[in-house]
C-alpha cells in the first residue's frame, strides 16, 4: 500500500511552494496596484465604471478600419475620466468588427451615456457604429464598493468559524474533534492562499480582477474542499473503531487509501463539467469557472495530502506550539 | 425493505409526473399560477439599477416601502416585463428592467423624485421684483417641510429651523416684513437684493440655514446694505434693484454667485422668504400627456383635480388670483410660471417646453405620485440583448456537454450501476428544473453555473456508495448485503459533506444580498437546490432503483457480476 502519511514531508513542501509563489504574486501586487491589494480588485470593490463595447460597420458603409486605443483614451479623457484602462477582446473582425473593455474611475450616468454617444460619432468617419446590443455596461460607486469589501471580509470569517463548528460538532462523538476542526480549516486556509494567489498571478499577467464572484467561487471551494476533507476524515472515525489497536498512522493511511478512487472520480467528474464550461462557455464566466477549477483541484489535494498528514503529525507531535496530547487521546479511544 | 422500496417508487413516480409537468413548456400553471422560467438580466439583456436614498435623509422601512411600490408603478407603467423592485439593505432599492431600451429614460423616470408644486407668484402688496424664470430652482415651504427632516450637514441647521419654534419665528418675520414694503416703496427692491445677497452669499449651506442667516442680516435694515447687495445679486434681483440704484451702483453690479440653481435655490425676492406653494402632485387625480398650445406641436401635461382638500386649495386660489402669475415646480426646478386665467376647479394643463418623451415621464410620475425619499443611483449594470443571448447559448452547450460526459463516464466506469445513477442524474436534473420554474429562481450564468457544479455533488454521492459497495463485495458479502450496507455507511459522510456546502452556501446567499449582487444569490441559490435534490435522488432514488433490479432481476442479477468485483480480494 503506497504510504501516502509517510511522505507527507513531500507533500507539504509541495504546498509550501504553491502557497510561497502564490504569496509572491501578491506582494508584488500589493507593491504595484494602486489600492494595494493582494488582487486586482475589480470596479465591485473598488468603484469605477466598466464598459464592453462592440463596434460594428454601419449599415450602408465601407469599413475603412478599425478602432484604435488612442481614440477610445482620447474621447474617454475629453469628459474628464480617470484611471483609463482599455483592453482589447478577441481580435479585429474581417468587417473591421472590434470588441473592447473600458474601465475608468467611476462617472456618473449623464457622463456615460454622452460618452457613448461620442464614441459612435468618433467611430462614424470608419464606417463603424457603437453596437447597443452588445453593449456592458457596469457602474459602482466608492461607496457601494467599501460596502462590498466589508461584507466580503465579513463573509469568508463567518464561513470559516461555521465550517470549524460544524466539524466539531459532527465528530463530536470521536477524541480530538477540535483537532480535526483545525486540520479541516488549516486545509480551507491552504485552498483559500492557492486560489487568491493564482489569481493574483492571473491578475498580473492576464490583467484578471476579482469581482464579487470570485469571492463566491472561493466560498463554494471553501465548502467543497470540507466536504473532501469530511469524506476522509468519516472513514477515519469508522476505522478508528474498526482497527483498534492499529498504529494510529496506519489507521489514517487505509482512510486515504480507501478513500482515495472515489476521490479522484469525483475530482474527474467535477473537472469534465469545469473544463467545458472553462474552453466552450460564455466569456462573462470563464474566471468564474476557472477559478473554481484551480480551487477544487487545490481542495481534493489539500483534503488527501495536507490535512489528514497533519492530523497525524500533529497527533505524533510534530507540529510545532501544540502538544502531542497522546496519552489522552489513546485512554479516549480505549474508552471509546 | 421490499414494502418500502414499493412505496418509495410510488412516491418517485409521482415526483417525476409533477416535475415533468411543470417542465413541460406549455403547461397551463399550478395552483392558478404560472409555472415559467425567468431568464436572468445577463440572459435576456437589461437594466439593473441599484438606488439609494440620499445622505443625511432619515429613511425608515415604512418610507422605503412607500417609495419602493411608487418605483415598481412607474416601472409597470414603463411597460417592462417583469420587472423586479426590491428593497435592499435598509435605504437601497434595487431595481431590474429586463429588456429595456433606452436606459437613460428608463433610469431618469425611475429615480427623479416627481415633486410637483403648483407656487404662488403674485407678488406680494406693490413687489415689483421679478419672479424667476423657467429653469430657476426655487425653495418652496413644501420642500422645506418635506426635508425638514433631514438632519442637514450642519447641526447648527437643524437646530436653527428644524424646531417649531425656528418656524414660528420665520412666519413672523413676513408679516413683519409685509407692511414695510407696502409702506417704503423705493426699498422694496433693495430688500429684495438683500436677500438674495444674502443667500449667494452662503452657496455651500443646507437652504434652511441660509434662510436663518438672511434674518440676521436683513433685520439691520434696507438702505445700509443696498450697495453690497447689488454687487452680489443675481441678474434677475439685480435688474429690479438697478429700476431705482444709481448708474454708478449697476456698474458694480457683477453677479458673484448665481442663485437659483439645484444648490442654491432662489428664494421669494417680495419677501426673501421661501415660496408659498399651493398645492403639490398630491392634489391630482389623473395625469395624460398630450400635444398642446395653439401649433398643437408642444407636448404638455393634463391632469385633472383629485377633489380632496389640497386641491380644494388649489380651486379657491385660481379663482381668487385671476390675472396673477403662478409658477408649476417640479423637483424645485420652475418649468412655467402661466398667468392664472380662470379658476381652475377640475383640471388644467402643465406646459414647459417638452418633448413627448418627458411630457409622458412627467405624466407617468404625477400619476403615481412623488417618491417620499430622494434616490440617487450607486450603481448600474446593463446587458445588450444578444450579448447575453450569445454567452447564455455558449455556457448551456457547454454545460450538457459537461454533464453528458458524466454521464458517460458513470457508466463506463460502473456500467449497471452507473446507468442508474445516470437515471438520478437525470430526475435530479429534472426536479431541479421544476424547482426553478416554480419558485422562480432567476436564471443567470452564474445560476447555471451554480447548477453544474451541484451536478458534481449528486454524481459524488453516487460514487461514494458505489466506491462502498464494492468495498463489501470485496470483503464476501452478499450483492444484498453490499448495497445495503454500501447505502448506510456512505450515508454519513454524504450528508455531513453537503452540510458542509449548504452551510458556505447559506453565507453566500446572506452576503451576496448585501452586496445587492444577484449574481452571487443565483449562484448560492441553485447550489443549495441541487445539494439538498441530491440527498434525494442520490441516496433514495438509486437505492430504490437498485432495489427494483434486484428483485426484478432475481437470481439472474445476482450472478451478474453487477460491480465487477471478485469477492474477497481487498486491494491491500
Redesign the interface.
Known sequence: ?FNIVQRRKWFFLFSGILILAGLVSMAISIATYPEHSPVRLSI?FVGGSLL?MEFKPLPDAQPKGAVTEDMLTSVLTSFGAKDIRIQRLGEVGATGTNRWQVRTNYL???TT?KIKTALDNAAKPLGLQL???????????P??GS??TR??V??VV??SF??LG??VW?FRGIPDSFRYGVCAVLAMIHDILVMVGAMSLMGLLFGWEAD??F??GL??V???S???T??VF??IR?NSARHRGEPYEMIVNRSI???F??SI??Q???A??????F???????RQ??GV?LIGLLSGTYSSTFTAIPLLVAWENGQLPFVGRNRERSRSAVARA | MRNSTGLWLVVIAAITILALYMIWPGNPGLFGRPIEVRPGLDIQGGLRVLLAADVGVAVDAGKMDQAKQIVERRVNALGVVEPVVQVSGGNRIVVELPGIKDPQAAIDTVKQTGLLEFVDFAPTGSCTASMPGAGTYILTDRQVALRGTKPAGTAQATSAAGTPAATTAATTAITVTAPATATTVPATPTTAAATQAATAASTSAAPLFKRSEYQATAAPTAVATSQAATAAATPQATQAATAQATPAATTQATPVAASGTKDNPMLNPCTGQPFTTIMTGAGLQDATAGLVGQTASEWGVNFTLAGNEESQRFATHTSTHIGQPMAIVLDGQVLSAPVIQAALTTGGQITGNFTQQRAQELALQLRYGALPVPLHVESIEQVGASLGAESVQASVRAGILGVLVVGIFMLVYYRIPGLVADLALLLFAAINFALYKFIPVTLTLPAIVGFLISVGAAVDGNILIFERVREELRAGRSLDKAIQLGFTRAWPSIRDSNISTIIVALIVYFFGGQFGASAVRGFSVTLILGLITNLFTAVIVTHTFLNVLLSVGGDAVRRFNLFRVTPGTTEE
Do not use: C, K, P
Not at chain 1, 469534465?272 to 464550461?277: D, K
Open positions: 500500500m465591485d464592453e456618473d450616468n449623464e451615456e453596437d447597443r446590443d452588445t453593449l456592458r455596461f457596469n457602474q459602482v460607486t461607496t457601494v460596502e462590498v461584507a466580503a465579513v463573509a463567518v464561513a461555521a465550517v460544524w466539524i459532527a464579487a464572484l469571492l463566491t466560498l463554494t471553501v465548502g467543497y470540507v466536504q473532501d469530511i469524506v468519516d472513514r469508522e487509501m480507501e478513500t478512487s472515489r472520480s469525483m474527474v467528474v467535477v469534465f463539467v469545469l473544463v467545458s464550461l474552453l466552450m462557455g460564455g466569456g462573462s464566466i468564474f469557472v473554481l
